[in-house]
């Protein structure tokens, strides 16, 4: 009885700790950060919206508040000790998981101006051509950038949602441009008026968003809820609703979305399920794979083929970084332990192994032609170079040394030359650009010392490369892409990607699609 007693007593203030993260949640921080936790004016504060925080940077944030924001620091209202089991509270997932259903979704739908009453043409100065906007997303402050690609002067900077992830999509005609945060939010916004027409929040952590080739559909990838939500371009109505479970009906979260425009189809990788999914959204597909289901046994109820619904293939491991073929009808696919292999989406079955240790980053990567032989080169994440892979025999052409680990490699139709980072690793500030001919690296770059220099995007000609020098406070450097010369900056605040409307458009091979 007395140790029961010792017991109580000694759980008795770790009790009183314990509730306490909660009430300080309610009477500080519920207000702007929403109701358990789900955002509201300000950012979700789920543990799966901070897993990408360090803990002591969760800590200073709620100590010191953060700049140029409206959150303020709380470092005079709350003591060390609050602050510390504030910040660990919000490091654990809620006790009830939060839910975020259909209906949330379609209230969530904000229409700033009606898609029908839009002008027809660009409203800004004639001389500016909008095929050669850029659209640079500045993390530092959350703002995007509108670009001139000719003068190199903004159009436009305006507040975007918190946190954008992944590259923006844009409509088949490059009018407009649709974001993703990582808290959920989607975006239609109209580069002929400079203007946001909708904007929806389709889940509570969004991986990233595809636009189909028609123009008719964007489809958005969840991690929480697991689900896949299929909007109307057009002013972002929600359409439809996918649980992502596996056939045995364990749910998975989306690992990306992607549109493989030459079969009509989007195609979505998971992260907890070894199935790769594709969804085709041209009405006639009903008839392409009509033994599907029942190669599959998903059973009719579950996953019929056709228009809108997924067709599964059946993977030997969970796949969850993928790069096209040009004509989308094989893609590499690599796991986060280094195993990688190429799938054939017709056959629906696995055609090579590929040899690709470490961590590629296959969805960074680029394709060229050289030598009559098709290739793909990707960067790795976790070892310092870019591996090239003939598409032809599905073999390792070469590996080509860099400085350090790299995120994003590019390159355009029109340069002999891919660009690669190394910002993985202490060489972050350096360059390194491929010759796509010979396999070497014939230049390595450093455009600001002791900054992290990455993520590269021609102008639509090729002769430019804009560099991001992603720091708060940063910079967009303008390269001259033949001789290597600086030839504008622009100051920015941590631009992270940037994207140049006429090469995602016509899917130059050089940059992401
Ligand atoms: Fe990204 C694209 C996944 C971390 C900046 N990133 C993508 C895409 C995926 C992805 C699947 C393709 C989306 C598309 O085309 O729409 N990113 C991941 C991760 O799994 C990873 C490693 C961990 C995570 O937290 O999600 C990750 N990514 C980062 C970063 O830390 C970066 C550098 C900074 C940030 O803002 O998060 C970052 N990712 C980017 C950028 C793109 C991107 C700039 C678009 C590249 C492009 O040119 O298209």
Not at 301 to 323: C, E, K, S
Not at 427 to 450: A, E, H, N, W
Request: hydrophobic share 40%; proline share 7%; glycine share 8%.
């Amino acid at each position: 009885m007395k140790c029961l007693l010792t017991l109580l007593l000694l759980l008795a203030p770790l009790a009183a700790s314990a509730a306490a993260p909660a009430a300080l949640y309610q009477q500080h921080c519920q207000s702007c950060h929403g109701a358990e936790r789900m955002g509201a004016m300000a950012p979700a504060l789920l543990s799966q919206s901070l897993e990408r925080l360090k803990p002591a940077e969760v800590l200073r944030t709620i100590r010191d508040g953060r700049t140029a924001t409206q959150m303020a620091g709380f470092a005079g209202t709350l003591s060390d000790a609050d602050i510390s089991a504030l910040a660990a509270w919000l490091g654990t997932p809620p006790a009830t998981p939060p839910l975020w259903r259909e209906a949330d979704t379609a209230a969530s739908r904000i229409q700033y101006h009606d898609p029908a009453s839009l002008p027809a043409t660009p409203q800004f100065a004639t001389g500016i051509d909008p095929r050669n906007l850029f659209v640079v997303v500045e993390a530092g402050d959350h703002h995007v950038t509108v670009l001139d690609g000719d003068r190199f002067t903004p159009l436009t900077r305006f507040q975007s949602r918190f946190a954008l992830h992944g590259g923006p999509k844009f409509s088949p005609d490059g009018r407009f441009v649709y974001f993703a945060s990582r808290d959920g939010w989607v975006s239609q916004y109209d580069l002929y008026t400079l203007q946001t027409v909708a904007e929806i929040r389709v889940g509570l952590n969004t991986r990233n968003l595809a636009v189909s080739d028609d123009g008719r559909w964007v489809l958005a990838g969840n991690t929480l809820p697991q689900t896949l939500v299929l909007l109307d371009a057009n002013g972002l109505k929600p359409v439809k609703t996918y649980a992502v479970q596996d056939r045995s009906g364990k749910p998975s979260r989306v690992s990306a979305v992607y549109d493989a425009a030459p079969r009509q189809s989007f195609i979505v990788a998971l992260k907890d399920a070894a199935e790769l999914w594709e969804i085709s959204y041209n009405p006639k597909a009903a008839p392409i794979y009509p033994g599907y289901v029942h190669d599959y046994q998903m059973g009719e109820g579950l996953a019929l083929p056709g228009y809108q619904n997924p067709r599964i293939t059946p993977l030997d491991m969970v796949l969850d970084d993928f790069f096209f073929d040009d004509s989308y009808r094989h893609v590499m696919a690599a796991s986060r332990d280094g195993h990688a292999q190429v799938i054939n989406l017709d056959s629906r079955s696995k055609v090579a192994e590929l040899p690709l240790d470490g961590m590629p980053h296959l969805g960074s990567g680029i394709t060229f032609q050289q030598g009559g032989h098709h290739y793909m080169a990707t960067p790795n994440l976790n070892s310092g170079r870019v591996t090239v892979i003939d598409m032809d025999r599905w073999q390792v052409a070469a590996n080509i040394a860099t400085p350090g680990p790299g995120f994003f490699l590019r390159s355009h139709d029109n340069t002999p030359y891919a660009w690669v980072d190394a910002m993985m690793s202490p060489q972050r500030d350096t360059l390194s650009i491929i010759d796509k001919r010979s396999f070497k690296v014939v230049r390595q770059l450093t455009l600001r010392p002791g900054k992290t220099n990455a993520h590269v995007e021609f102008t639509h000609d090729g002769r430019y490369a804009l560099v991001s020098i992603m720091e708060t406070p940063g910079e967009l450097v303008v390269v001259d892409a033949t001789t290597f010369r600086e030839v504008a900056a622009l100051p920015m605040m941590k631009p992270i990607g940037k994207y140049n409307v006429f090469n995602k458009v016509t899917r130059s091979s050089g940059t992401s699609h």
